[in-house]
């Protein structure tokens, strides 16, 4: 497997294509998809509804197979974990303490308990939750627990995380602080991301690049550069004047595709 | 407002108590003025007389003996494969769909139907009524340990397939505590059924035993035996029980 540092590259998908058969109906989601994600990037994926943004990332994630084309993830380690996913719905088990949620990844790989302990207290005080360790998910909000599952994949030090609407179910204010959260923690790590959003303005906010998808079949309809500084924050950034440009721009063409439904 | 409601637990928990107590009054009433025959059903004091003579000459103790072995063996011997079973029946597909027409077929025959049969093999004795029994446990807690395993949400399979849990991480980590709250719906009802069982095979099947001892005071006409008999066993249905649920709570430490 050839290393990620010589040729820039973290992720390159070519030709991609994934069609769901249910009986004799056959669904085009994705088709053709060519796309290279530069090594420490952060990219964030928006289109209309149902055009296989979730499809794209469960395939990344190896949850769902393409049908052609192919992916790779290029390897920095051979013993890190390939990817980890931080889902949609609320994803972390019931029958474990937060603790014992955060550290899931390190468990299943047979990581030492004294590094696991060094991991899982550092990710845990980034997201603000390391008082809560012992609590259980019934005990938690929904920003809480959505904080446990991002400080589940960090901790898991995966090669690339991948984001399927983290945020999309919390309110308002919660969303926002756990946007810059998670933009503090991944500029003091660098991950690849690849991260997938209903909302224009958190994926200029969050992202290097903004990819916008077409409607089914999903393709890449056209990738806008986010020359943004870093770091960002939302206060700032609501009076930029690039930034308003952008999210029109990127809104411009989501738009085309909604209306084209 | 924590304190109003502590005070409606303890209300509730007067209530709870009244209604027991208010069926037995009426129950001596009636029987003492008899509205009802009290040849069939003597008055609570009566019963009560009889619980004490049976105490006092160590028998009810050996009845009650035998009947907790029985329950408990059979309960064990029942609930462990069912457990084991279902979760694997619930983790493989391949094995789901070989045993579920077993299964199917064999759910409804009612399972005292079949001591007779094991009675030829095995003869009269513990070994007899313990099989019958765990026979008779088995079903409800594979039932629940496999609908508990294949109602896990989705969601979680994909954590850990996300995460590489395989084998016995995953099933120590998903399908165990996944499908423990359904296990345990299943292993209350497994105890009622292995009352259930314990006392009809003893009917016929046993020399000791409360289900004997009903049955024989029965033969004999012995009324306030016989009540005690059943007193006893609802009494230890309600002590397993409330057993099984005490574990439950420790246990499942993450339910509300």
Redesign the interface.
């Known amino acids: 497997m050839s290393n990620s540092e010589s040729s820039g590259m973290k992720i390159v998908i070519k030709g991609l294509g994934k069609t769901f058969k249910n009986g004799k109906q056959e669904t085009n989601a994705l088709t053709n998809i060519d796309l290279a994600v530069a090594n420490g990037e952060f990219l964030c994926i928006v289109g209309p509804s149902g055009c296989g943004k979730t499809t794209l990332l469960r395939i990344l994630a190896g949850l769902e197979s393409a049908t052609s084309g192919e992916v790779n993830i290029l390897r920095d380690s051979q013993v890190l974990p390939l990817n980890t996913m931080v889902f949609q719905e609320n994803s972390i088990f019931p029958w474990f303490q937060v603790w014992d949620n955060a550290a899931y990844g390190l468990r299943m790989r047979g990581i030492s308990r004294e590094e696991e302990q060094a991991t899982v207290s550092y990710f845990l005080e980034k997201v603000g939750i390391l008082e809560f360790k012992d609590f259980y998910p019934y005990q938690l909000s929904g920003g809480m627990k959505q904080r446990v599952s991002i400080a589940r994949a960090f901790a898991n030090k995966p090669e690339i995380l991948l984001m399927d609407e983290p945020f999309a179910a919390l309110d308002e204010q919660n969303k926002l602080i756990l946007q810059e959260e998670l933009l503090s923690i991944w500029e003091q790590n660098r991950k690849t991301v690849v991260f997938i959003t209903h909302s224009i303005d958190e994926a200029v906010f969050l992202g290097d690049r903004v990819l916008v998808m077409t409607a089914r079949p999903g393709r890449v309809k056209t990738i806008v550069d986010v020359p943004l500084p870093r770091p960002r924050s939302i206060e700032e950034l609501k009076g930029n004047a690039l930034y308003r440009d952008l999210t029109k721009q990127i809104w411009h063409s989501v738009k085309e595709e909604v209306r084209g439904l | 407002m924590m304190e109003e409601r502590a005070g409606q637990n303890k209300k509730h928990l007067v209530i709870s108590i009244m209604s027991p107590i208010l069926v037995l009054v009426i129950w001596e009433v009636f029987s003492r003025l008899s509205v009802v025959d009290s040849r069939f059903l003597p008055p609570p004091t009566r019963v009560f007389v009889a619980l004490i003579s049976t105490i006092a000459d160590g028998v009810l103790f050996i009845h009650m003996k035998a009947t907790l072995f029985r329950v408990l063996a059979g309960f064990f011997c029942g609930a462990v494969p069912a457990v084991i079973i279902g979760i694997i029946m619930g983790l493989a597909g391949s094995v789901r769909a070989f045993m579920r027409p077993l299964i199917i077929i064999s759910y409804p025959v009612p399972k005292i139907a079949l001591f007779p049969v094991v009675m030829l093999f095995f003869g009269l004795g513990d070994f007899s009524n313990v099989l019958i029994v765990s026979v008779g446990v088995f079903f409800p807690v594979l039932y629940n340990t496999l609908g508990g395993v294949t109602g896990i949400h989705r ?2 399979w ?2 850990a ?5 395989k084998g016995v ?1 995953l099933f120590l ?2 399908a165990l ?2 499908a ?1 709250p359904s296990i345990f719906t299943g292993l209350k009802l497994g105890i009622g059924m292995s009352l259930i069982t314990t006392v009809v095979t003893e009917y016929v099947g046993a020399r000791e035993g409360l289900g004997f001892m009903i049955w024989f005071s029965w033969q004999v006409f012995s009324v306030g035996e016989m009540f005690v008999g059943i007193g006893v066993i609802s009494v230890i249905g309600f002590v397993l029980t409330t057993l099984v649920e005490k574990l439950e709570r420790i246990v ?5």
């Open positions: 969601i979680y994909d954590v397939a996300n995460f590489s849990a991480k980590t998903v505590p996944g423990l499942i430490p993450w339910k509300a």
